[in-house]
């Protein structure tokens, strides 16, 4: 078993940064992929950014150049640094992993407006 907590989310103005976490415990190891997915009203879930074993990421184009997954092993947390946000990204992220099975967190709000 896994469990997520994520936080950092919040309200900023277009253009603004914010830092996402999340935190993991249960049976999880630096070989298991975590990262970030989104979903806005009336969409489905996507894909934002994945960080893999050896450090490898993954990133949807929207977000290239913008956003920035990292994860620190010694503590199970992955970030999501979010910068020149845009009203487009307002939406509720999800942290997720897979091992085994893939686990979700509860979601954290993230909302872009002026």
């Known amino acids: 078993q896994v469990q997520l907590v994520e936080s950092g989310g919040g309200l900023v103005q277009p253009g603004g940064s914010l830092r996402l976490s999340c935190a993991a415990s249960?049976?999880?190891?630096?070989?298991?992929?975590m990262g970030w997915y989104r979903q806005a009203p009336g969409k489905q879930r996507e894909l934002v950014a994945t960080?893999?074993?050896?450090?490898?990421?993954i990133y949807a184009d929207f977000v290239k150049g913008r956003f920035t997954i990292s994860r620190d092993n010694a503590k199970n947390t992955v970030y999501l640094q979010m910068n020149n946000l845009k009203p487009e990204d307002t939406a509720v992220y999800y942290c997720?992993?897979?091992?085994?099975?893939?686990?979700w967190g509860q979601g954290t709000q993230v909302t872009v407006s002026s």
């Open positions: 249960g049976s999880i190891f630096s070989i298991n992929p």
């Open positions: 960080i893999i074993s050896g450090g490898r990421t």
């Open positions: 997720y992993t897979d091992s085994r099975s893939r686990y």
